[in-house]
């Protein structure tokens, strides 16, 4: 925990100094027990962001290779993937597949906070895309409360395809808890699919974006 705490006070000063962004609803993240956290997701950063600047530990999933790149600069990688609580997960593995679902309910049952995107991906043309069912598994199997976040501008930190970070303002909205009833595993599809979509609105309400009805066909893990 204390390197978590070293890490995040870093990354968050560093973050908030270059980018002052402005950061809204903080007070909505309960102060304990298990909780979903549900971003759009714009940018390789937006992770980042949120773990570093929400008020409690949120695990995320990271890219397997963020984990095992050789060198001085995979050293450095992985200690801060690993610091933050970074889950890995191999390339091509969906986020939101039965195997990976599980690692994110045994955090939750521990009482602390998970991270998940509902699109699977990030969008690279700034639409907000149908949410996979995933994060309605989750929460009904949980009754977990979820915490819609809005991130706007940060695809310009770092441009789809860009290796640098250019830091400016951004906007990172935190909604109020969803609830949903607790059901266990054994739901029905329709159930899901219905707490998927409200978690979406809450989404949408939040960044504004303009929504497309289908899936985010793109394959890359974040």
Not at 87 to 112: C, F, M, N, W
């Amino acid at each position: 925990m204390a390197m978590f705490d070293a890490i995040r006070w870093t990354t968050r000063g560093l973050v908030t100094s270059t980018c002052r962004p402005t950061v809204m609803g903080l007070e909505n993240v309960p102060k304990e027990g298990p909780f979903i956290v549900a971003p759009n997701h714009l940018s390789f950063l937006d992770s980042v962001i949120v773990q570093a600047l929400m008020p409690r530990p949120v695990a995320f999933f990271a890219k397997a290779e963020y984990f095992t790149t050789g060198g001085v600069k995979g050293r450095v990688m992985k200690s801060f993937f690993e610091a933050v609580g970074s889950i890995p997960v191999e390339r091509g593995e969906q986020a939101a597949s039965v195997q990976a679902l599980k690692t994110l309910l045994e955090i939750l049952d521990s009482g602390k906070g998970v991270g998940i995107y509902p699109e699977g991906t990030r969008s690279r043309d700034g639409i907000l895309y149908r949410g996979r069912t995933g994060v309605g598994w989750l929460a009904l199997t949980t009754g977990a409360p979820v915490i819609p976040v809005g991130l706007i501008g940060t695809e310009h930190l770092q441009p789809a395809d860009s290796k640098s970070v250019k830091p400016q303002h951004f906007t990172m909205k935190v909604g109020a808890p969803l609830y949903f009833d607790k059901t266990g595993p054994d739901h029905s599809l329709p159930a899901r699919r219905q707490a998927t979509d409200r978690i979406m609105d809450a989404i949408a309400e939040l960044s504004g974006q303009e929504r497309s009805t289908s899936y985010n066909q793109s394959k890359t893990v974040d």
